[in-house]
């Protein structure tokens, strides 16, 4: 406390004006940047190779292929579990240990959860699939080397009411926070689960609608970090099938809903950052992600989604051009787009869908060979065909104004005519941030909508689940800053609002976060031919086959159709039967 001495009596005095430090509020400063990665995370090849090379370790070639597909199926342990039960099933495997020791144990005991499935590492076979050498192993139980298997915990799990989603805010090493979504597609038919990863802490891009925008670029996520995600989800998922026998009439109903469900199926870069401006680190990922050993995702299951970096395009379209590929257009032309986006200055709007459609295009491009000199040489069948395999996607935030005028939607299809490309209309919801943007009316979207189909371009208006849990990119961990600088400084935090990604057209029970609509790479063929001869429709594409209500509805009557069935063969039988017993009495 500051004091005052009188300079008469020499006694003394408090100072009105000042106050005691211990009642100052100090604003929390929000962390800007990354810390060295400390532990290191064990799914970073590269990081791990290096490790290796410095160390002086050497392996044969796939060995180290072979030490990843050990860990996928201990469903990711700590190293010394890992290193423990590799020796134990490896002196079982000679003989070496005493008669009735039971040490020996498969990692699926050992995880203490569930393991991964995966149609190549879950085959039986033996345990250790190729020796690894004892360098290799002491070098795992080097503490000095700091590797661990995952680095990351997750901080916080929100699952929506009807349980379809989970939002997942994951603190890595450092402190920071990014997020993840699982989303389900549970059905009598069959499950599955996508799961939309972070790639950044925070962005650069600066979308002026998105909340992840006003955090600003933090840092960088390593492949490991993201393939953490990946394994957070799986454990989720796994525990969810062990504890929930799910609603089913019979046993042979219940095993076709749990099948895949515990799988996550589609994954979409569609989470937190600008996924091409941390390229080297995504593109390991999605090789993670597609490697047989693990993961083990179809090529077309795995989406890269951007606002638009042109030469990392094509830089993706050379590596890996078998994986989808999402642009994030928001305007159909550069004078509106660069008003919502800022970046957007640098790229044209039509060499930003060239790129798109030579991605497109690239693995048909590559079977003709010398035939295939442009994107734009290819015949409609051609197109179609590619498209089967791969769906390039157009996301379109629909914002009340001049971007979602009847005039733009004219100019959309336009731009995007006699291309095989998917175009995601999404509902605008009201973000925390500065500009105060709406949402048009979903009358207005359905006929934007119907415009651009008169084009011959395939068009959407997403879905969404997950709103009642902050599921959108970024608005979990945004929330999350703003309730503890709430608590820290002791004032009233602002009230939350939906971020973008999930419109406000949701039915009931469910609404998606980022990642739902995006891997559209299925996008329900079949219901868009139908919904194309109706002229409009709304499909929600969600990373494989969508859900509809539509679908509910017609699985309410597929039980009473089946008895009527029944009971009408029954009587034909009984009929026949005593037709042919009068038959044989005359």
């Known amino acids: 406390m500051a004091v005052a001495t009188s300079p008469t009596s020499g006694a003394t005095a408090t100072t009105p004006s000042t106050k005691s430090m211990s009642t100052l509020k100090v604003k929390p400063k929000?962390?800007?940047?990354?810390?060295?990665?400390?532990?290191?995370?064990?799914?970073?090849?590269?990081?791990?190779?290096?490790?290796?090379?410095?160390?002086?370790?050497?392996?044969?070639?796939?060995?180290?292929?072979?030490?990843?597909?050990?860990?996928?199926?201990?469903?990711?342990?700590?190293?010394?579990?890992?290193?423990?039960?590799?020796?134990?099933?490896?002196?079982?495997?000679?003989?070496?240990?005493?008669?009735?020791?039971?040490?020996?144990?498969?990692?699926?005991?050992?995880?203490?959860?569930?393991?991964?499935?995966?149609?190549?590492?879950?085959?039986?076979?033996?345990?250790?699939?190729?020796?690894?050498?004892?360098?290799?192993?002491?070098?795992?139980?080097?503490?000095?080397l700091e590797f661990v298997t995952v680095t990351s915990s997750v901080k916080e799990a929100r699952t929506s009411a009807d349980g379809s989603t989970t939002k997942l805010a994951v603190e890595l090493q450092d402190g920071h926070v990014v997020e993840a979504v699982i989303m389900r597609h549970v059905s009598p038919a069959g499950s599955r689960a996508t799961l939309c990863v972070s790639s950044q802490v925070g962005c650069a891009m600066g979308c002026t609608f998105c909340a992840t925008g006003t955090m600003g670029i933090r840092g960088n996520l390593s492949s490991g970090e993201i393939l953490e995600q990946l394994v957070h989800a799986g454990r989720i998922l796994a525990d969810d099938v062990a504890n929930d026998d799910g609603e089913a009439e019979n046993s042979k109903q219940r095993a076709r809903m749990k099948h895949n469900h515990d799988l996550v199926r589609n994954v979409v870069f569609m989470g937190m950052g600008e996924p091409l401006n941390n390229y080297v680190n995504v593109i390991d990922a999605c090789r993670g992600l597609i490697d047989c050993r693990r993961w083990n995702l179809a090529h077309g299951r795995v989406t890269v989604s951007t606002v638009g970096v042109i030469p990392k395009m094509r830089a993706l379209t050379r590596d890996l051009p078998e994986v989808s590929l999402a642009l994030s257009l928001h305007a159909p032309n550069q004078e509106a787009r660069t008003a919502i986006v800022p970046t957007a200055k640098q790229y044209p709007i039509e060499k930003l869908i060239d790129a798109l459609d030579e991605h497109m295009m690239a693995v048909t491009k590559r079977k003709m060979g010398d035939n295939g000199d442009d994107a734009g040489g290819f015949s409609a069948d051609q197109r179609k065909m590619a498209s089967k395999q791969k769906?390039?996607?157009?996301?379109?935030?629909?914002?009340?104004?001049?971007?979602?005028?009847?005039?733009?939607?004219?100019?959309?299809?336009?731009?995007?005519?006699?291309?095989?490309?998917?175009?995601?209309?999404?509902p605008y919801n009201q973000t925390d941030v500065k500009d105060k943007l709406r949402c048009p009316s979903f009358e207005h979207m359905r006929e934007f909508q119907r415009i651009v189909m008169t084009y011959g371009t395939l068009c959407v208006i997403r879905r969404t689940m997950g709103a009642d849990i902050a599921g959108a990119c970024g608005q979990l961990v945004v929330e999350g800053e703003k309730k503890e600088e709430s608590d820290r400084s002791g004032t009233e935090g602002k009230e939350t609002v939906t971020d973008i990604e999930e419109g406000p057209f949701r039915r009931t029970g469910s609404s998606v976060s980022s990642a739902s609509a995006t891997s559209a790479a299925a996008v329900t063929r079949h219901r868009s031919r139908n919904m194309?001869?109706?002229?409009?429709?709304?499909?929600?594409?969600?990373?494989?086959?969508?859900?509809?209500?539509?679908?509910?509805?017609?699985?309410?009557?597929?039980?009473?159709?089946?008895?009527?069935?029944?009971?009408?063969?029954?009587?034909?039988?009984?009929?026949?039967?005593?037709?042919v017993a009068q038959r044989r009495r005359r």
């Open 532 to 579: 194309s001869a109706r002229g409009g429709g709304e499909v929600a594409p969600d990373g494989g086959e969508g859900d509809s209500n539509g679908e509910s509805d017609l699985e309410g009557w597929v039980r009473p159709l089946a008895i009527a069935t029944a009971v009408a063969a029954s009587c034909f039988l009984v009929t026949g039967a005593l037709f």
């Open 30 to 144: 929000i962390k800007r940047s990354r810390d060295p990665l400390s532990p290191k995370p064990i799914l970073d090849r590269r990081l791990l190779s290096a490790a290796l090379d410095d160390a002086g370790v050497s392996l044969k070639p796939g060995q180290i292929d072979d030490f990843y597909q050990l860990l996928h199926r201990q469903h990711y342990p700590s190293v010394a579990e890992f290193v423990e039960t590799y020796r134990l099933n490896d002196a079982a495997k000679k003989g070496l240990l005493p008669d009735g020791d039971e040490r020996s144990v498969s990692s699926t005991s050992r995880s203490g959860s569930r393991p991964l499935k995966n149609l190549a590492s879950n085959r039986p076979g033996k345990r250790n699939i190729r020796n690894l050498p004892k360098a290799f192993l002491k070098f795992l139980e080097d503490p000095s």
């Open 391 to 426: 769906r390039a996607m157009i996301e379109y935030v629909m914002l009340e104004g001049d971007t979602s005028s009847l005039e733009c939607a004219h100019q959309l299809g336009k731009l995007c005519e006699d291309r095989s490309l998917l175009v995601n209309l999404i």
